[in-house]
Nanobody, 127 residues
């Protein structure tokens, strides 16, 4: 399993931007498909974005399309989530997740598809 550490969360005004980073250690990073999820108090953790291990395939939840961008740098063992035009409803704890996979172009959107998780980073968007 990968060890994942998120960073980059914080407090930002509506309309602002943040970039989350997730650094991975353990097995070879480019054997993992990666994802971002978020969770608000009292609610389940939900899918935000996913990227295949090649970086060639990407998926987003509809509510963030056009505002968030997921990317990865396999040389730095890091996956990113660039978040622009932030809204108060984006406020959540954001989690990075990894899934070891044979398939280069497959991404995963369900929580149970992933086998490694970071500790989470808080993102707060004020109105």
């Amino acid at each position: 399993q990968a060890q994942l550490v998120e960073s980059g969360g914080g407090l930002v005004q509506a309309g602002g931007s943040l970039r989350l980073s997730c650094a991975a250690s353990g097995r070879t990073f480019n054997s993992y498909a990666m994802g971002w999820f978020r969770q608000t108090p009292g609610k389940e953790r939900v899918f935000v974005a996913a990227i295949s291990k090649s970086g060639g395939n990407i998926n987003y939840v509809d509510s963030v399309k056009g505002r968030f961008t997921i990317s990865r740098d396999n040389a730095k063992n890091t996956v990113y989530l660039q978040m622009n035009s932030l809204k108060p409803e984006d406020t959540a704890v954001y989690y990075c997740a990894a899934r070891s996979t044979y398939y280069s172009e497959t991404y995963y959107v369900k929580e149970h598809d992933y086998d490694s998780w970071g500790q989470g980073t808080q993102v707060t968007v004020s109105s």
